[in-house]
């Protein structure tokens, strides 16, 4: 039998090497299109390490895909993610 939990074997654990205050997400000029229509358009944002950061917007604003552009589920049309 197992000996670990599944929230033990499913968790993923990284150590982060940045400074309180620091950057830790920056996006610059996000943009992502699906044919003619424009999802995101040029989103730039900070995640500093010790901050707490809420996307907030209706229904279609584009919160899920700005998500999966910085996951990696969508590739950016342009911008970046570092």
Do not use: W
Request: glycine content about 12%; aromatic content about 6%.
């Amino acid at each position: 039998m197992f000996e670990e939990s599944i929230a033990e074997i499913a968790s993923v654990h990284r150590e982060i090497q940045v400074d309180e205050g620091e950057v830790l997400l920056q996006t610059t000029d996000l943009t992502v299109q699906f044919g003619g229509l424009t999802a995101l358009d040029a989103v730039t944002f900070n995640i500093k390490r010790g901050e707490i950061l809420g996307l907030i917007g209706p229904n279609g604003a584009g919160k899920t895909t700005c998500f999966n552009a910085i996951t990696g589920v969508y590739r950016p049309t342009s911008g970046s993610v570092t």
